[in-house]
């Protein structure tokens, strides 16, 4: 029986999306062999080249982020990170050339879906017989040993994020009664899972994200009114989450008191030594030496000299039990600007914004929620120092970009 080029891709293409999720490692590998599939496809005329702006913007990205290696002090340090942002290249590459053919996006979307929900089984079964292992410590079945062996807790959020919005879609518009149930069953269980992996950034995303979707489905539906009362009512349940939940209401006490402390006092927030220094605490400290170095070198201390840089700051304000943890922004804005200046800031926020733009005229609703996701993730976290955030944002962005006229609508785009 003959092949099919078409068949192979859209494989491929599946492989591309889901394996690496479950199995990180095999990245790069997948990679490679998706790029060889595409020059093939492209040497037999089943693809062809269209040049993307957007595309080209993403890969343009990489040889100015390589600029800002060759001041490094560190070699090694600078090549690591030129590696984790070989993504740059990789993904504009395979995806500006567009098959001649068309596409199914929603088997793509079906793929997606079981991986996460495969990962998060994973996830799910590894912590509770470490939570057994462990004499029932409930440590275990929450944050990094919920989810670590795969993925950071708030990339897997933003897993998660783009996962709601997909069955939102198939909820809203259901082929049948058996999906309009399981995608409202899938909604509830993806956001469950934002308690046990407890990034507060990822959490307060996916409310803003459940907000948008279900309160412009109200207004459209029932009317202002209606609207009005959902609102009500949502300020009212997320309260009660957040008071019946230790954990979350902890981390919400703690980050509203830090808040308020540094407001008051912020070089006695930062200056003053004090016991074990984490999460929200430690960021407030981070921030402020952050905008501190950025001040000082505005064109950048270089790609891989950000800790460096960070440790001497965090010494000189006497936190040396931080200074020794060799720790990023925790920000990936300030971690751009610091390794590539303003000039690098301005770069990204553009990427950034361009393509919630470029999505939002498209009708291209996952590539807004990837890139909201990054963005909004990326104000507490630096999300684009990690595989996880690199590959998911680059992956799916460039996908609906250069695929975007190839992929079959699902009911619920235009």
Known sequence: MKVSFPKVYE????????????????????????????????????????????????????????????????SQAAM????????????????????????????????????????LTFCYVGSFIQYEKHDFDSNYLFSSHFSGSFHHPTYMTLFCAVGIYVLFQRWQYPRSMKEHLLAAFGILFLCYTHIHLESLSGLLFAMLLIAFLVGRW????????????????????????????????????????????????????????????????????????????????????????????????????GQLNLAKEHLNSHNQFFHTAIETGWLGLIGLIFLVVGLIFWGIRNASGILVVVTAGLAFNGLFESMLERQSGIVFW??????????????KSAPYES
Not at 248 to 273: E, I, Q, R
Not at 304 to 311: D, I, K, Q, V
Not at 394 to 407: A, K, M, P, Q
């Open 218 to 317: 109200i207004w459209q539906r029932k009317g202002r009114t209606f609207f009005l009362g959902f609102f009500a009512v949502g300020i009212l349940a997320i309260s009660l989450g957040i008071s019946l939940i230790p954990s979350l209401s902890s981390n919400v006490k703690d980050s509203l008191t830090f808040a308020n402390n540094y407001c008051k006092d912020p070089y006695g927030f930062t200056h003053l030594p004090r016991g074990e220094i984490r999460g929200n605490d430690a960021r407030l400290i981070l921030w402020t030496a952050s905008a501190e170095i950025l001040n000082e070198h505005p064109n950048g201390v270089g790609v891989g000299n950000l800790p460096s840089a960070m440790e001497v700051k965090l010494l000189q304000y």
């Open 11 to 74: 494989l491929g293409l599946i492989l591309l999306v889901s394996v690496w999720m479950i199995v990180p490692g095999l990245t790069g590998l997948l990679g490679i062999l998706f790029l060889c599939l595409v020059i093939f496809g492209a040497l037999r005329k089943k693809l062809v080249f269209e040049l993307n702006g957007w595309l080209l913007a993403i890969f343009l990205f990489f040889p100015f982020y390589a600029l800002y290696s060759l001041n490094s002090i560190d």
């Open 394 to 407: 680059l992956l799916w962005s460039c996908l609906c970009l250069g695929l975007h006229r190839s992929f």
């Open 80 to 119: 690591f990170g030129l590696e984790k942002k070989l993504s740059f290249l990789l993904f504009p590459l395979v995806f500006s050339f567009r098959p001649t053919f068309s596409l199914p996006f929603r088997r793509i979307e079906n793929v997606f879906l079981s991986s996460l929900f495969l990962l």
